[in-house]
């Protein structure tokens, strides 16, 4: 493998990671709104980041599964007479003091990530 | 690929006792149907999707994986060596009765009862556990068998597990999940399987 495959590999990895680590957060952040389903859950997030933010189908489920595990979400079914069946994601209270939560973590780390880099671009 | 073969890949993985496991497959089949009727392609949505190991993991990663004391184990073998031994009595005894010679042999019923009971557990144990992650014994005592990832154990590792029965080590082997971080045997660990607290509950 060439230096600049391993760097794009390495780019992509941190990419993986920080969305991993962020994507309960994204979830949360997007139901604080009123109810979803999946496949509206994606596209409100290419929406609101004008693409920048995707998350796959496969990315997507198993983390609303364990936001469903941990009651954090709560479900319905609607099955309309025609079309197809959807579930509906609602947060629930604990969910909203989760999403406080991490919305707080959030920005203390992005904050003190941007003074890091800043000290580090003014020390140059 | 179909839309049931993927979903039955992805199920295939999980251990029956995967809590929602129906709803999974269930929003799976809508996700996949939603972006049908908006004219997405099959293979499109698929590749959306996953592998299905990969998306299997991504389940099972939600689920925690509990070690089981051991005396909870000791337990449940218990409790399945009863109905191996209601099976296998009778059978050994018609056949020792069958045995030309003055009056009943008592030492080769109990030699016979011994043995095929032993095999019959391990025989039992190794279907159950792979057919359905657990035995009637750990069904009672809320446990089952999974790989260490937490998908559903193979064949193979299904056999791998029974063998120091058929070795005759498994006092050895299971002195082994008295001193392991997990409470593995050997043969377990050797097979990347654990036994956990099957987290059954469903939402």
Redesign the interface.
């Known amino acids: 493998m060439t230096p600049s495959a391993d760097s794009t590999d390495d780019r992509r990895s941190i990419e993986r990671e920080l969305k991993r680590g962020s994507l309960e957060l994204i979830v949360l952040h997007l139901l604080a709104g009123g109810e979803a389903?999946?496949?509206e859950i994606v596209s409100k997030l290419t929406a609101e980041t004008n693409g920048a933010l995707e998350v796959?189908?496969?990315?997507l489920?198993?983390v609303l599964?364990?936001l469903?595990?941990a009651?954090l979400v709560t479900?319905r079914?609607e099955t309309p007479e025609r079309?197809?069946?959807?579930?509906y994601y609602q947060l629930t209270d604990a969910g909203r003091t989760e999403l406080a939560r991490l919305t707080h973590e959030w920005t203390t780390f992005a904050n003190a990530m941007t003074t890091l880099l800043r000290t580090e671009r003014e020390g140059r | 690929m179909t839309v049931d073969q993927y979903i039955h890949a992805v199920l295939d993985l999980m251990p029956q006792a995967t809590p929602n496991r129906d709803q999974i497959a269930r929003e799976l089949r809508a996700n996949i149907d939603e972006r049908l009727a908006r004219g997405e392609q099959l293979l499109d949505i698929l590749a959306q999707l996953g592998k299905p190991a990969r998306l299997a993991d991504e389940y099972l990663a939600a689920i925690p994986m509990v070690a089981v004391p051991t005396s909870e184990r000791f337990l449940a073998k218990l409790i399945d060596f009863g109905p191996v031994l209601l099976i296998v009595m009778p059978l050994v005894y018609l056949g020792v009765a069958k045995i030309p010679g003055p009056g009943f042999n008592w030492i080769v019923f109990c030699a016979f009862t011994f043995a095929c009971s032993g095999v019959g557990l391990c025989l039992y144990t190794g279907f159950s556990e792979f057919s359905t992650s657990r035995t009637l014994g750990k069904w009672m005592r809320g446990l089952h068998v999974v790989q260490e990832s937490g998908r559903r154990i193979t064949f193979a590792q299904s056999l791998v597990r029974q063998l120091p029965f058929l070795m005759s080590i498994y006092f050895i082997d299971a002195f082994f999940a008295l001193f392991t971080d997990r409470h593995q045997r050997a043969f377990e660990m050797l097979s990347k399987t654990r036994v956990v607290v099957a987290s059954t509950q469903e939402i």
């Open positions: 389903y999946g496949y796959t189908d496969g990315t489920y198993p599964y364990r469903e595990r009651q479900v079914w079309g197809v069946p959807r579930k």
